[in-house]
């Protein structure tokens, strides 16, 4: 199928990327080169999924100690007090 | 007498243990070998010497005050960049996860500590392990020992380069959909893909989670064995790590393969081939049954759809896993954003390259409204399909062989502007990805550049240890050196 850069935008504001109009068409291309090679598969016959194959530990279910906050903070861009730090979800400009 | 970086890893750690030598002189050695070679082929992204010879340090004193150390004692190794050792950068190959600090250790790699191995560095990788040729690193290109001017394979090049060349006798790395076996094939060494949940994956950054496994690169077929006994087993932290019994590997390794039988896939047509492959081949075919095995024809109608699959199931599941990348929580934050929102887009597209975005685009397609059905849909269709056809195969078959790769290494920058090119060497590696299987790359020759070739041999789920028979048998029969040459640019008085 072929894929617009209209779709490229679409598509890439739910994967939450950004593109410049050179990017978004040359994606468009790269993107549609794959898409039609992946319609192969509608030539193919299909099976029903059989879920579950290994066996896997069963646990009870009792709290343990996780990862200390200030390990796991200690990679945030930001923090204050214990906290993730965000920009507010209506700042400036529009998205 | 060789040198000790020239030792294998059972070697390594028999003489360490028998204190023949010391974990310290083996690390001298490797740290030395690193040192002449690391700047041809750029393996590396970082290596601990210090902190390496400390811990070597630590098992030589362990060993004089009477300890047992492990069966890996003084192994040094290299880890791909997307496992987790406690207290050190990792970041994937990726500029998303610039600065980010492991704030715990893999179960793999505890495993590996535990075991007296010594980590030596953290390998080069294709960001996020997406790509075949490791030139989707955001920090540098890895180069093929064998010739310069090639690939060392993807994602995980840098793991399978070191090796090559002689830096560490073991590393480790991640097959999602050949990772470790395309490489190890470009490479001229052993690459290992357990079984799917034979290997915890509790400290490894997700791809795709439904074929994610973590598997060891090594010079030969025992070592990989032995490391990968190290490694396999049930793990509170990862719920998706199967409780089956780890085999003993070892035990039944070198009992020969008189009466197995050999799968062929009907559907592996020689003439699609590269002329040296197809040439390696049938050469390979010889040699199992010169070994001893039986061949039979198999059927896999399915193959050609392989890629396909992939790319829909491993894009999908990867548009999902690298969601938590949004600038919040770790990794890169936009400096120009002013609302969350504009946060999330433009940490993401400042920090992910090329190929991620257009896999995480392709899967955010595959799995949008009124595409999911024709696309996500689809494809576990034609997986479950293809899951019948091989467990039939096995219904004949104890093993079964392919090429791995259909080409030898290729040129640097060859495939970059074409990521289906790139995408297609992945034809015979992705359906035992897919499907979960244990398979293991052997080296089986070099065509007419001097480049190596690999034969790759898949099992039943959880019967390693046929693999790892079978491919012992296969590495007897080949009689395959790894004695990279360092072409093009490197002259041998400088590797010596």
Known sequence: MALTTEDVRKIATLARLRFTPEEEARFAGQLAKIVDYIDQL??????????GSHGVLEMEDVPHDCLPRERFLANAPASLDGFLLVLEVKGGGDA | MPELWELSVEEIATRVRGREVSASEVLESC???TAKVEPLVAAYLEVFEDEARDRAAEIDRRLVAGEDVGPLAGVPLALKDNL????????????????????????????????????LGRANMDEFAMGSSCENSAYQLTRNPWDLGT??????GGPAAAVAAGSVPLSFGSDTGGSIRQPAAMCGVVGVKPTYGRVSRYGLVAFASSTDQIGPIARNVRDSALALQVIAGADPNDATCATEPVGDYLGTIDEGIAGLKVG????????????ATARNWRQSLDRL?????????????????????????ATSEASANLARFDGVRYGHRSETADNLLDLYFESRSEGFGAEVKRRIMLGTFALSSGYYEAYYGRARGVLERMRRELATAFETADVVATPTTPTAAFRLGEKVDDPLAMYLSDVFTTPASLVGLPTVAVPSGLDDDGLPLSLQIMGRPFDEAT????SRAFEREAGFAVAPAFRSTFRESEAD
Do not use: M
């Open chain 1, 42 to 51: 509608q030539t193919y016959e299909v099976a029903e999924a059989n879920p």
């Open chain 2, 467 to 470: 693999v790892f028979r079978a």
């Open chain 2, 31 to 33: 740290l030395d070998r």
């Open chain 2, 264 to 275: 062929i896939l009907r559907e592996i047509d020689p003439a699609a081939l590269s002329g």
């Open chain 2, 289 to 313: 049954t010169a070994a001893g095995a039986e061949l039979v024809e198999v059927s896999l109608p399915s193959l050609d759809a392989a890629v396909a699959i992939y790319y829909v199931i």
């Open chain 2, 84 to 119: 987790s050792l406690d207290g050190h950068a990792l970041t994937c190959g990726s500029r998303i996860l610039a600065g980010y600090v492991a704030p715990y250790t893999a179960t793999a790699v505890e495993r590996l500590l535990a075991a007296g191995a010594v980590p």
């Open chain 2, 151 to 156: 690939v060392p394979g993807g994602s995980s």
